[in-house]
């Protein structure tokens, strides 16, 4: 009787802290539909052994590089197309053919794609190598410096 | 008075949308009572230094359209930088146009093939009367 007695107070004392109960701490988040172009790397030019293409393929040239953060797959990337050159010689833009081409890896993957044609990105992050040519449909490139822009561009 | 009641009107209904790289939103629509509608959009530099920024405005079949007012067509943003964009479009009794607002990179050091990023938002402006 005496122990009964005795647990009696621990009892009430626990009563008087009120029921435990616990409760949801709720984080919200939006990810809004988002690209984001990083062009990392300048490609560079190479000559080929007759004079007539200049091309990030040929030796000493070499591809650029870009990156594409996409947040869904609603986005697609392409390459404006190169009209001329940004600075050469007088004569660089004459009887000049240009043409760009991309090679895609990570979340999206292609090769050898014609710049202008759209490919559909993968959401995340996708990895763009981007190759230039510019071909004399006649004479040779003269000399010179020549440069030319490639834009890679992701629009709905 | 009556245009700049429906520009009012249209940044209203885009202003709810939130902001994130580069340009935010890819795509909205607007609605104007006006023979105008406005658009804006958040741009955001991703590079770690300082970076102009060139904006334009095509249409549908990426030509350049030369009647689309915008506050900037030339900027500089720090690292992690953000602005706001606004284009303006006149609807020219269409009852709709879309445009692409597009931010382009400016390459910081050019090679002999350099390469820039671009990034465009599809919009469109619906007309509605009253």
Known sequence: MKKVLGSAPVLLLAMGTGFAQTDDVIFNATVSDSCTVVADTNGTLGLNGDGTVLASTEGGGSAGQATITATNTTFNVTIDNVTAFTTGPADADTNTNFATTYDASGATTASGVAGATPTNLGSGVTTLAVNASATKTSGIFSAGTYSLTATVRCAP | ?130
């Open chain 2, 1 to 130: 008075m009556r245009a700049v009641i429906a520009i009012l009107v249209s940044l209203t209904l885009v202003a709810g949308v939130s902001r994130a790289q580069s340009i935010s939103p890819m795509e909205a629509d607007v609605v104007t009572f006006s023979d105008l509608g406005a658009v804006r959009a958040s741009l955001r530099n991703p590079y770690a230094d300082a970076r102009r920024f060139e904006i334009e405005a095509f249409d549908m079949n990426w030509n350049a359209v030369d009647d689309v007012r915008l506050t900037r067509s030339r900027l500089s943003l720090a690292p992690g930088g953000q602005t706001s964009l606004l284009a303006v479009l006149p609807l020219a009794g269409e009852d709709e146009r879309a445009i692409y607002l597009c931010a382009t990179s400016m390459p910081y050091r050019q090679s002999s093939a350099g390469v820039r990023g671009q990034v465009c938002g599809r919009f469109r402006v619906i007309h509605r009367s009253f």
